[in-house]
């Protein structure tokens, strides 16, 4: 009996160790430089109302930012990423009037990603998901204060992606990452909606990331 409790045993234990080596390395986490060049879409009923007031298209500033990355991989191909960052200050300009306000947006993106060669030293991935920015501390120059302006506050879009992770050891890569991301709100003056403007941004990563 005692033979058979110890194979017992050891069978479980075989087991255990084995489910815990499987569940090893599932995380990955990066951080990324991150320079995002907005597209700066005027839709034709924006620019239709902004003519009228004697202005061109309105755009906001491209920047650096910093990025916080969370991925966990339920095979060694497919995973999941959460790309996250601070609520990140932009100007807001329209040609013929400068700039006209500013405002912060934060725009948390979840991404499906597939790694075509996990085991490799080169590891290059894709990824397609959804993206939900909320837009807040709107704040309005003198020059646009007849127009009373507002921005639609929360946007969602599609995200696609494309990377690689360069390994350096075990756990450590440097990786960059290229999104192009569904960003967009409308615009209104006087409580009236004048138009849709689009972000839409191009977003070009470099960093470095950690798998445990």
């Known amino acids: 009996m005692n033979a058979k409790l110890i194979a017992v045993a050891a069978a ?82 329209i040609g013929g009037l400068g700039k006209v306000g500013s405002f912060k947006h934060l725009p948390p993106t979840l991404t499906a990603q597939y790694h075509f060669i996990p085991n490799g030293q080169f590891r290059p991935y894709v990824g397609l998901g959804v993206n939900y920015t909320n837009i807040s501390s709107v704040k309005w120059e003198s020059n646009v204060g007849p127009l009373d302006l507002n921005l639609k506050r929360n946007s969602f879009g599609l995200a696609a992606q494309v990377g690689f992770d360069f390994m350096l050891d075990k756990n450590w890569s440097l990786n960059v990452d290229v999104k192009k991301v569904q960003i967009g709100t409308t615009v209104s003056s006087k409580g009236t909606d004048i138009g849709k403007f689009k972000v839409d941004p191009l977003l070009v990563g470099v960093g470095v990331g950690y798998r445990f």
Not at 59 to 84: C, G, H, M, R, V
């Open 12 to 93: 479980a234990l075989s087991l255990v160790a084995g489910a815990a080596h499987a569940q090893q390395d599932n995380w990955l986490v990066r951080v990324r430089a991150v320079n995002l060049d907005s597209a700066n879409t005027n839709n034709a009923q924006l620019k239709g109302t902004l003519a009228s007031l004697g202005a061109t298209e309105a755009s906001i500033n491209n920047k650096w930012l910093p990025e916080f990355d969370i991925s966990y991989f339920f095979t060694p191909n497919i995973a999941a990423e959460l790309i996250l960052t601070y609520p990140q200050k932009q100007t807001l300009s």
